[in-house]
């Protein structure tokens, strides 16, 4: 081979290596170029997210009794410190007509409101029925609530298996007792294993005196259910099923009418006539025994700080259960959060039911002495340990229960319910038909509306 076409190899070879190298390094060059871009790319994501969880948000929650609820401020003063951009503001509609007023916000279509606190299960049943309730089962997937948390009490309000309200407060009904009354007579506390017959026995033994000075063995308050619920602790009975008659509640009908026939607890006319409340006759000392809902516990305890109650020195035992029951069953009733169908700020306001209605927000509201729906050890050692509840093991045990029946169940027709029930109880209280004559018309009625 020549020179010159030695040469010409040799330089076509440089050509072609350069040529490799260079492709190399523009390889390389795209390679960082990319790495950079998804760089920029994931920061500018995270900082969208960053920016998005800053937005300052506004909620509107539906309520009553700001004032006289001390959890309310302990909830939205907790969340702000976890949320600083989140503004929680209320709008109290008031107790007395709560359900129906906020039904009739709701009703304009674009209330204002993002949180709805449900009172009772007739208003929740309402407000499912005219979709102004958001449905929570997506919510509650993603941020993977374990209902199972709520004793029991989601499964009895899901709409055909979807829950549109989460609870947050769960109060159940206990025994109150008097032990200076108790001492003074030389009688044995209420324990926490009581059958119905244990309790009226106990009852009669704590009666004693007349006039002004008469203690009474027990109390029922006027509502129905301080009667009728008895009926459904053991489980094969409920409050909304006429289809075999209402007679499963005449027991306890003949038992509290003879006690009041016997003068052990106060007659139910009079009571109602006169509006007497049940603290003012437990407070006062004039009754040994009140069975009531746990929601009476940071009352009592308040009105003694403040030297309102006489009663001083009492405890809590449980429910007393039918023959077969276990101990510790009893009726509850809940409080829900749910979120408007019509609220501009639905992820928002899921996230603070999640705080509220979870384990975090229990704590809060175990730590003002009212029970949350969740109920772990070491929510109720909050409860217990607060200044003022009995140190008695057994008001401790006392809030420990096995099953809870809601005092009404879902229904669509609960509100109409709920009003047969009650008219017809005040008539056997008050003894204008005969027990037979009222669970009689009970049925019909409740039948007629059912089909």
């Not at 000075?213 to 619920?229: D, E, I, M, N």
Request: proline share 3%; charged share 25%; with cysteine.
């Amino acid at each position: 081979m020549s020179k010159t076409k030695k040469l010409i190899s040799t330089v076509l070879a440089s050509v072609m290596f350069l040529s490799v190298f260079a492709g190399c390094g523009k390889n390389e060059g795209n390679s960082s170029s990319q790495q950079q871009d998804s760089q920029i790319s994931k920061a500018n994501v995270e900082t969208t997210a960053a920016k998005e969880e800053e937005k300052e948000v506004k909620l509107t929650w539906a309520l009553w009794d700001y004032e006289k609820t001390p959890y309310y401020k302990a909830l939205i003063e907790e969340y702000k410190k976890i949320k600083p951009n989140v503004t929680i503001e209320y709008k109290d509609l008031g107790s007395s007509n709560y359900q129906t007023v906020l039904g009739t916000q709701l009703a304009g279509g674009d209330s204002g409101l993002d949180i709805l606190s449900v009172k009772d299960i007739p208003g929740y049943s309402a407000m499912v029925n005219a979709g102004q309730l958001e449905d929570l089962s997506d919510f509650i997937k993603k941020y993977n609530i374990d209902t199972s948390k709520y004793s029991g009490t989601t499964e009895q309000i899901a709409v055909d298996g979807k829950l549109y309200a989460l609870p947050f407060r769960s109060d159940f009904w206990v025994v109150f007792y008097n032990k200076d009354l108790f001492d003074k007579a030389g009688v044995d506390y209420p324990t926490n294993d009581m059958t119905m017959k244990d309790y009226d026995a106990i009852a009669r033994k704590m009666t004693s005196g007349s006039g002004s000075t008469k203690v009474y063995g027990a109390h029922y308050h006027t509502w129905r259910s301080a009667v009728q619920l008895f009926g459904i602790l053991d489980g094969k009975h409920t409050i909304l099923d006429p289809s075999t008659g209402y007679d499963f509640l005449k027991p306890y009908y003949e038992i509290i009418l003879k006690e009041q026939d016997d003068g052990i607890v106060q007659d139910y006319a009079t009571l109602k006539t006169s509006s007497t409340h049940y603290s003012g006759v437990f407070e006062n000392n004039s009754v040994a025994m009140l069975n009531m809902g746990s929601w009476f516990i940071s009352t009592l305890m308040n009105d003694i700080k403040t030297g309102k109650s006489e009663a001083k020195n009492w405890g809590i035992v449980k429910y007393p259960h039918p023959e077969g029951v276990a101990a510790g069953t009893t009726l509850g009733t809940i409080t829900t959060l749910g979120v408007a169908s019509s609220s501009k700020n639905k992820d928002a306001a899921l996230d603070f039911i999640n705080f509220v209605c979870g384990e975090e927000g229990a704590k809060v509201i175990a730590s003002t002495g009212t029970f949350p729906a969740i109920k772990t050890d070491d929510i109720l050692e909050k409860i217990t340990s607060l200044e003022g509840f009995p140190k008695d093991e057994n008001s401790k045990e006392a809030l420990k229960t096995v099953k809870t029946y809601l005092e009404m169940p879902m229904n669509p027709n609960s509100a109409q319910i709920e009003t047969i029930l009650n008219d017809q109880h005040d008539a056997i209280m008050t003894k204008s038909v005969s027990i037979e004559e009222g669970l009689k018309e009970m049925t019909e009625q409740v039948k007629a509306i059912i089909g």
